[in-house]
C-alpha cells in the first residue's frame, strides 16, 4: 500500500493517472469492432430492419453498462490494493470519476468510429489525439507549462479533468511525512561558540521541513486546483453527452448517405 511519506506523492500521482490511462487505452480498443457493426448496421438499415435512433441508444445503452460494471469492479479493486485516502465521500468520487472517464473514453470511440472512412484511419486518428491528451493532462506537462497554442485541448481532455479531480479527491487534506534525512534547510549549528553567538544577538535558526508537508502543495505545484472534483465530474458528464449527440449526427448522415458501403 501506498504511505503517507515523500516517496508517497509520486506513488499517488503516478498511480492515479496509470489507472486513468488504462481505462482511456482500454476503452479505445474496441474501434476496430464499432466499424465493423456500424457498415453492418448501415447494411441493414438501408434495407429497413431498424431505425437509427433505436439502434443507437440500444447500442449506446448495452456499452455503457457494461462499461460501468467493469469501471466499478477495477476502480474498487485499485482502491483497496493500493490503499487511497479513506472516507466514503472519497471512495464515491474516485468511483464516480474513473466511471465518467471511461465512458467518456468509449464515447469517443464512438464519435471516432462514425467520423473515420474506416478501420484503419481511425485506428491513426484515435491513438495520436489520446496521446496528445495524455501527454497535456496534467502529469508530464505542468498545466500551467503548456502552450498557448496548444491550450484548447484541455476544453477536450478527459485526462486533464478526470486527472485533476482525482489528485484533488485524494490530496485534499493529506499530510506527507518525511525521514531526517529527507529534510531541507540549513542544518543547525553544533559549535557551542555559534549557538551562543545566535543567542547573544537573538537571532534563531530556521527549522528544517519537509520538502512537501501537505497534499495542498502537490496540487498548487501542478496547477490543478482550478476546479472542485465534482466540477471536473460534471464537465465529463458534459464531454460523454456532447460525443455521445455528435456520433449519433454523424451516424445519421452516414447512413442516410447512398454513397455509404
Given at each position: 500500500k501506498i504511505d503517507d511519506t515523500q516517496r508517497g506523492v509520486q506513488d499517488r500521482s503516478g498511480a492515479l493517472y496509470f489507472i486513468l490511462t488504462l481505462q482511456v487505452m482500454a476503452s479505445s480498443s474496441s474501434i476496430r469492432t464499432f466499424i465493423a457493426e456500424r457498415n453492418l448496421a448501415a447494411h441493414e438499415r438501408r434495407v429497413g430492419l431498424y431505425l437509427t435512433a433505436p439502434y443507437y441508444v440500444a447500442k449506446s445503452i448495452a456499452e455503457s453498462y457494461v462499461q460501468t460494471i467493469f469501471a466499478l469492479i477495477f476502480s474498487c479493486l485499485c482502491y483497496c490494493l493500493l490503499g487511497l485516502a479513506s472516507g466514503r465521500a472519497r471512495f464515491a468520487i474516485f468511483l464516480l470519476i474513473i466511471?465518467?472517464?471511461?465512458?467518456?473514453?468509449?464515447?469517443?470511440?464512438?464519435?471516432?468510429?462514425?467520423?473515420?472512412?474506416?478501420?484503419?484511419?481511425?485506428?491513426?486518428?484515435?491513438?495520436?489525439?489520446?496521446?496528445?491528451?495524455?501527454?497535456?493532462?496534467?502529469?508530464?506537462?505542468?498545466?500551467?507549462?503548456?502552450?498557448?497554442?496548444?491550450?484548447?485541448?484541455?476544453?477536450?481532455?478527459m485526462f486533464k479533468f478526470g486527472f485533476a479531480a482525482l489528485m484533488q479527491n485524494e490530496f485534499s487534506e493529506l499530510v506527507f511525512r518525511c525521514e531526517p534525512h529527507e529534510l531541507v534547510g540549513p542544518p543547525p549549528p553544533r559549535d557551542t561558540k555559534q549557538k551562543l553567538a545566535m543567542q547573544a544577538l537573538g537571532v534563531e535558526w530556521p527549522p528544517q521541513q519537509c520538502p512537501v508537508q501537505s497534499g495542498e502543495q502537490v496540487i498548487e505545484l501542478m496547477a490543478l486546483g482550478q476546479r472542485t472534483p465534482l466540477h471536473n465530474a460534471a464537465l465529463l458528464a458534459g464531454m460523454l453527452a456532447g460525443f455521445r449527440m455528435l456520433a449519433f449526427w454523424v451516424l445519421r448522415r452516414r447512413f442516410r448517405s447512398p454513397l455509404t458501403k
Open positions: 466511471t465518467l472517464v471511461t465512458l467518456v473514453a468509449e464515447a469517443w470511440v464512438v464519435l471516432i468510429g462514425t467520423v473515420m472512412p474506416d478501420d484503419k484511419s481511425a485506428s491513426v486518428v484515435s491513438p495520436l489525439a489520446l496521446s496528445m491528451m495524455m501527454a497535456l493532462g496534467g502529469f508530464f506537462v505542468n498545466s500551467a507549462s503548456v502552450p498557448m497554442a496548444l491550450r484548447w485541448v484541455d476544453n477536450i481532455n
